[in-house]
């Protein structure tokens, strides 16, 4: 199995942990919880700040022990926008689950007291439509680059079946502003219906990276480096959660010259 490649335990509680460690890289961290009604979860990061992602379900949700929301509108990550919270570093969270729950929880480094938690309502989230035929996408921005945060770069992404995404290719993986920014990133899949599967390709200039991997329901993938182009297949629509960070928070891409042609005039 690609090491790009995370496959979610089965079960109850945290099915998928990425850490900076177990990455390989400096930034981001992300982790899912499914979680039955009753149960709880908590997070507390000294130095890193925390975007929490309903995908599915109800809860309730406290910031440093005082209520902060009853979160979650939308039993399936297909249905529309997410309900989100945003956690400052140094700040300590619990979620009670209402229903059954998904829970996403994306980190990456941010200064203590830096901002108050709050709420990113469903009705916050602007969705933006990328693309034409066949390469046509809805992007839903949760925490995007015009939004108060230290780190995180926040988005969801529904691909309808048989159609590409993240495409033409793009990268950024230098720290060569303007022209491009330094992203790690980690794409979380969901498929629908869930006996489905997608594909993703991440690969560099100099193939050096060049990786294809199939992707089901409950996947992550890394993206340390490269171009990151996925398509769903016929029959099967397509969620993912993209979580990007770096060391500086702004979202600029390098495309494929050789797809150039894609593009719009």
């Given amino acids: 199995m690609s090491r790009l490649l995370v496959k979610p335990r089965a079960g109850t509680g945290r099915v998928v942990d990425v850490t900076p460690a177990s990455a390989g890289w400096s930034h981001v961290g992300f982790a899912v919880h499914e979680l039955a009604a009753g149960d709880r979860e908590a997070g507390h990061f000294a130095e890193r700040e925390t975007c ?8 309730f949700v406290a910031v440093d022990g005082r209520a902060l ?3 979650g509108e939308r039993r399936s990550p297909f249905e529309g926008p997410p309900d989100s919270v945003y956690v400052p570093a140094g700040a300590s969270w619990t979620f009670v689950a209402e229903t059954a729950v998904t829970l996403a929880v994306c980190t990456a480094p941010g200064r203590p007291g830096a901002r108050p938690a ?3 309502d469903p009705g916050a989230v602007t969705d933006e439509i990328r693309g034409e035929g066949s390469n046509l996408r809805t992007v839903r921005n949760i925490l995007p680059e015009g939004a108060e945060a230290d780190s995180l770069l926040v988005v969801e992404v529904i691909t309808p079946a ?4 993240s495409y033409p290719p793009h990268k950024h ?3 060569a502003l303007p022209a491009e920014s330094l992203l790690e990133e980690t794409y979380y899949f969901r498929v629908n219906p869930k006996q489905g599967f997608a594909f993703q390709r991440i690969y ?3 193939r050096s990276l060049d990786e294809a991997v199939a992707v089901e329901d ?3 993938t890394l993206v340390p480096r490269g171009y990151h182009p996925c398509a769903a297949i016929h029959g099967y629509d397509l969620y993912y959660l993209n979580v990007m960070a770096g060391p500086r928070r702004t979202w600029k891409f390098h495309n494929a010259a050789e797809h150039a042609w894609l ?3």
């Fill in 52 to 59: 929490l992602v309903l995908v599915s379900g109800i809860g």
């Fill in 218 to 220: 409950g996947d992550v």
């Fill in 263 to 265: 593009l719009p005039a």
């Fill in 69 to 71: 929301a009853r979160v």
């Fill in 118 to 120: 709050r709420r990113i």
């Fill in 204 to 206: 560099t200039d100099d």
């Fill in 162 to 165: 048989g159609h590409s995404s």
């Fill in 173 to 175: 993986d230098r720290d």
